[in-house]
């Protein structure tokens, strides 16, 4: 794509810095909020589908837990939201460590089934533990200060999170390009050549499932404190199918991809809820199956692919990533732009 050259890639992200700085102008503030939060989300889940081959359909788990406990710091200590939602985020790091390490040794479905009942165990936890959670009414309430200063305004939130999220985005974006990212890629691609040349894989994928957890913490602690409460469907599965879908929609392995998916399917909810549709699961899904089938590798992926032969030279014949003589990558995952 053209936006993978070295001279576009600063244009690409001050277009990006540009339209997360000017989206509560152009939508309601709530609904910036969920898509800044969800793309981040589909980005952390991405750095471990895209970017180490590892299918998870558990994360709801970790989105969820950074939730409930970012809300309790929030309502039990009075610290500023930062602090409560980085205490999420380490929360969901800490629950990543046990459920990867049983989890990263399999392979295929069954790793993405194991996370599932894992994650489904959470939500047990979290519904019968009332005391606490407040069970099916949740936390409520949650405040949104900082440092005294009442950030109760949406509008006022959306930029006092926004560095948060920026962050984030910087994190998983360093990951990707350094060469522990490349090990990842490497081990995505062939796990019994990294295993040869001496890569401790398991090891690999338990430090990036780690990794896309806190990433995910974070971004669901922010969603609870701008949302004011914490709830079970911030733990239930359909929320990590969610992700997966905005993921696979905007393209895996392209992270800017998660984050177009994310704002597709944030803003096609909020149309469909506004407008008093009922329907909201099959008019998704329909949209999901269609574009699966028209954009095989996801819209970014695919207009990525179209623009990209085009620089090659005439090399339109040739099969993505084998310009320079390397094997072609799967299916379904590009280079992280």
Same mark, same amino acid.
Not at 90 to 112: D, T
Not at 198 to 223: C, E, H, N, Q, W
Not at 291 to 302: A, P
């Given at each position: 794509?053209?936006?993978?050259?070295?001279?576009?890639?600063?244009?690409?992200?001050?277009?990006?810095?540009?339209?997360?700085?000017?989206?509560?102008?152009?939508?309601?503030?709530?609904?910036?909020?969920?898509?800044?939060?969800?793309?981040?989300?589909?980005?952390?889940?991405?750095?471990?589908?895209?970017?180490?081959?590892?299918?998870?359909?558990?994360?709801?788990?970790?989105?969820?837990?950074?939730?409930?406990?970012?809300?309790?710091?929030?309502?039990?200590?009075?610290?500023?939201?930062?602090?409560?939602?980085?205490?999420?985020?380490?929360?969901?790091?800490?629950?990543?460590?046990?459920?990867?390490?049983?989890?990263?040794?399999?392979?295929?479905?069954?790793?993405?089934?194991?996370?599932?009942?894992?994650?489904?165990?959470?939500?047990?936890?979290?519904?019968?533990?009332?005391?606490?959670?407040?069970?099916?009414?949740?936390?409520?309430?949650?405040?949104?200060? =900082?440092?005294?200063?009442? /950030? &109760?305004?949406?509008?006022?939130?959306?930029?006092? !999170? #926004?560095?948060? %999220?920026?962050? *984030? $985005?910087?994190?998983?974006?360093?990951?990707?390009?350094?060469?522990?990212?490349?090990?990842?890629?490497?081990?995505?691609?062939?796990?019994?050549?990294?295993?040869?040349?001496?890569?401790?894989?398991?090891?690999?994928? =338990?430090?990036?499932?780690? /990794? &896309?957890?806190?990433?995910?913490?974070?971004?669901? !602690? #922010?969603?609870? %404190?701008?949302? *004011? $409460?914490?709830?079970?469907?911030?733990?239930?599965?359909?929320?990590?199918?969610?992700?997966?879908?905005?993921?696979?929609?905007?393209?895996?392995?392209?992270?800017?991809?998660?984050?177009?998916?994310?704002?597709?399917?944030?803003?096609?909810?909020?149309?469909?809820?506004?407008?008093?549709?009922?329907?909201? !699961?099959?008019?998704?899904?329909?949209?999901?199956?269609?574009?699966?089938?028209?954009?095989?590798?996801?819209?970014?992926?695919?207009?990525?692919?179209?623009?990209?032969?085009?620089?090659?030279?005439?090399?339109?014949?040739?099969?993505?990533?084998?310009?320079?003589?390397?094997?072609?990558?799967?299916?379904?995952?590009?280079?992280?732009?």
């Amino acid at each position: 794509m053209i936006a993978s050259r070295p001279a576009a890639r600063p244009l690409l992200l001050a277009t990006g810095l540009l339209l997360a700085l000017a989206l509560p102008w152009m939508v309601y503030p709530p609904v910036a909020l969920d898509i800044a939060c969800w793309a981040l989300f589909a980005a952390a889940l991405d750095l471990l589908l895209g970017f180490t081959g590892l299918l998870s359909f558990g994360h709801a788990a970790f989105w969820g837990t950074s939730a409930y406990v970012a809300g309790l710091i929030a309502l039990r200590s009075g610290l500023p939201f930062p602090v409560a939602v980085l205490g999420g985020a380490a929360s969901a790091a800490l629950l990543a460590l046990p459920i990867g390490y049983l989890s990263v040794r399999l392979r295929g479905i069954y790793f993405a089934m194991v996370t599932l009942a894992f994650a489904q165990m959470v939500y047990f936890v979290v519904n019968q533990w009332r005391g606490l959670t407040g069970g099916e009414n949740g936390l409520q309430g949650v405040p949104r200060e =900082l440092f005294g200063l009442d /950030l &109760s305004d949406s509008f006022l939130f959306y930029y006092a !999170g #926004l560095p948060l %999220v920026l962050l *984030g $985005f910087l994190a998983v974006w360093r990951i990707v390009r350094s060469p522990f990212g490349r090990v990842l890629a490497s081990i995505r691609d062939n796990p019994a050549r990294a295993q040869a040349l001496g890569y401790p894989v398991d090891r690999y994928r =338990l430090l990036a499932f780690v /990794l &896309s957890a806190a990433l995910s913490g974070l971004a669901g !602690g #922010l969603f609870a %404190v701008g949302h *004011g $409460f914490a709830s079970l469907e911030n733990v239930y599965w359909t929320t990590s199918g969610q992700v997966v879908m905005m993921v696979v929609l905007g393209g895996i392995g392209t992270l800017w991809g998660g984050v177009l998916g994310a704002a597709l399917v944030v803003l096609l909810n909020d149309y469909l809820v506004t407008s008093g549709f009922e329907g909201i !699961g099959i008019v998704t899904g329909a949209i999901f199956v269609i574009i699966v089938l028209v954009f095989r590798r996801g819209v970014w992926g695919t207009a990525r692919d179209l623009v990209r032969p085009r620089s090659g030279g005439g090399r339109r014949d040739r099969p993505p990533g084998e310009a320079d003589g390397t094997p072609a990558r799967p299916q379904g995952v590009g280079s992280p732009v």
